[in-house]
């Protein structure tokens, strides 16, 4: 069964650096997203992605924030410079339309800044 | 911020029996509601979605009814197995694309 895999599972950096997490979407999938959920709080959504632009994003996606497409399967989150309570657990998913479509999950990068 | 509320943050329930999961929302433009269900370090997984023009949809064990002058919507799982138990989210959103605004979450446990 396909399935949007992450990588790496776990990452820890230093306050102030900068991050990727990188994420392998559902190969005819068009739609991507990113989505976080700090350590028990609620699932928040971030961005979403098609025809390689940002098509809609929260107030959390500052401009720290970027996401990129750089090639035809992977997806990237980069965070410029860490702070601590981007510390996290950063959901990717996709999908193959919008609208009514449902989205498909990763199983999470654990961000720890430190 | 509380617009999609789950009260109960957890859920026991003996196998074979039904398991309900309750969730209220506070905003009236949501016309779109998703529940979904985590497993420890897994992904969410999409269960069963529901539109406002309905008030049930079901699929398999899986039922959702919405109740909009209540603003309330129920998951039933019936019969609820052990493999049931994990953390169930109620997601809303109004309009297209994937801004849902998820609950808190409930953890279920099905008993054997």
């Known amino acids: 069964e396909p399935e949007v895999t992450q990588t790496p599972s776990h990452q820890v950096t230093q306050m102030g650096q900068e991050v990727i997490l990188r994420c392998v979407p559902i190969?005819?999938?068009?739609?991507f997203y990113w989505y976080r959920q700090i350590l028990g709080q609620k699932v928040e959504f971030l961005v979403s992605?098609?025809?390689?632009?940002?098509?809609?994003k929260s107030e959390i996606f500052d401009d720290q924030f970027s996401v990129e497409r750089p090639d035809g399967s992977n997806f990237t989150l980069k965070i410029r410079s860490t702070k601590l309570e981007d510390s996290a657990m950063y959901f990717c998913?996709?999908?193959?339309?919008?609208?009514?479509?449902?989205?498909?999950f990763g199983q999470g990068t654990r961000l720890t800044v430190v | 911020d509380q617009q999609v509320k789950q009260n109960s943050p957890s859920l026991s329930v003996q196998e074979g029996r039904i398991s309900i999961l309750n969730c209220d929302y506070t905003?009236?433009?949501?016309?779109?509601f998703l529940w979904y269900k985590k497993y420890p370090a897994e992904g969410p997984t999409f269960l069963i979605s529901?539109?406002?023009?309905?008030d049930k949809n079901e699929d398999g064990r899986f039922t959702v009814f919405l109740n909009k002058s209540a603003k309330h919507l129920s998951l039933h799982i019936v019969p609820s197995q052990p493999g049931d138990s994990a953390v169930y989210f109620c997601?809303?959103?109004f309009g297209y694309g994937q801004n849902f605004v998820f609950g808190p979450g409930t953890r279920l446990s099905v008993l054997p």
């Open positions: 998913a996709s999908s193959e339309g919008q609208g009514l479509t449902e989205a498909f």
């Open positions: 190969s005819n999938h068009l739609y």
């Open positions: 992605f098609y025809n390689n632009e940002i098509s809609e």
């Open positions: 905003n009236s433009m949501f016309d779109y």
């Open positions: 529901i539109s406002s023009i309905k």
């Open positions: 997601a809303a959103r």
